[in-house]
């Protein structure tokens, strides 16, 4: 599969569509999604923030949006009101990744159950693989009460 580039007019890969993250971790940043909805193929540019004292990304910085696209991977297999949170996640660092460069990645489902489920994927910059990401997200029953 050849890599995904992107548009270099809007700074926006093709095929992508925009998501502005909230929350405390990321809030107001804007990564990207596959097309018509589809939370299986993503995409995010690495800023310099991200980076550490070595100008590479901060493996924090991967680890969050690791968690970030599986667990909303996951989230988009289940009902609207299905409530998780993330059991496990690993990330396999393989190589670095730099301030500019784009992150492009898969996920698959491998379990979508009634309790738990787990996904796994890809970051990848260019050809190169930078990280292997699985996570375990255990579905929190509905107690009535609303946080």
Same mark, same amino acid.
């Given at each position: ?32 999604? *596959? ?7 993503? #995409?995010? =540019? @690495? &800023?310099?923030?991200? %980076?550490?004292?070595? +100008? ?43 301030? *500019? ?7 698959? #489902?491998? =379990? @979508? &159950?009634?309790?738990? %489920?787990?996904?796994? +994927? ?26």
């Amino acid at each position: 599969m050849p890599p995904h580039t992107p548009d270099e007019d809007h700074g926006m890969p093709s095929g992508f569509t925009p998501v502005v993250l909230r929350g405390p971790f990321f809030g107001g940043r804007t990564v990207f999604t *596959g097309g018509d909805g589809r939370r299986d193929a993503f #995409a995010a =540019r @690495i &800023g310099g923030s991200d %980076c550490n004292g070595l +100008g590479i990304t901060h493996g924090g910085a991967i680890a969050t949006l690791a968690d970030i696209f599986l667990v909303g991977f996951i989230a988009a297999q289940l009902p609207a009101h299905a409530r998780l949170v993330t059991a496990s996640l690993s990330v396999d660092y393989l190589g670095p990744s730099r301030a *500019g460069d784009w992150l492009f990645g898969r996920i698959h #489902a491998h =379990r @979508i &159950g009634r309790r738990q %489920c787990v996904a796994s +994927g890809e970051f990848r910059v260019g050809e190169r693989t930078l990280a292997l990401i699985k996570a375990r997200c255990a579905i929190i029953p509905d107690t009535g009460d609303s946080p």
